[in-house]
């Protein structure tokens, strides 16, 4: 199965655009209009846009630890009330 192109996932993935892909990265919009089109990349570019999708996930990932902590402290917030 071939791999889906990197350009596109990031894009996708993201919410942006390919000029918005190639101001995030300091590249030219050409640069990343042929990066798309012949789904090559230098190794850096690869290993950046990898990095950036990561990023989105660990800080989705975070968003709901804090939104987890939130909900146990109204809890406790209701438990305690309940108490008095």
Do not use: Y
């Amino acid at each position: 199965m071939e791999e889906e192109n990197l350009v596109k996932k990031t894009c996708r993935e993201l919410g942006i655009t390919q000029k918005e892909l190639a101001r995030q990265m300091g590249v030219s919009d050409s640069t990343v209009r042929h990066w798309n089109s012949n789904n090559e990349f230098p190794n850096i570019a690869k290993n950046f846009m990898k990095l950036i999708l990561e990023n989105r996930e660990l800080k989705n990932r975070f968003q709901k630890v804090e939104n987890f902590l939130l909900l146990i402290d109204e809890v406790k917030g209701v438990q305690k009330m309940n108490t008095l």
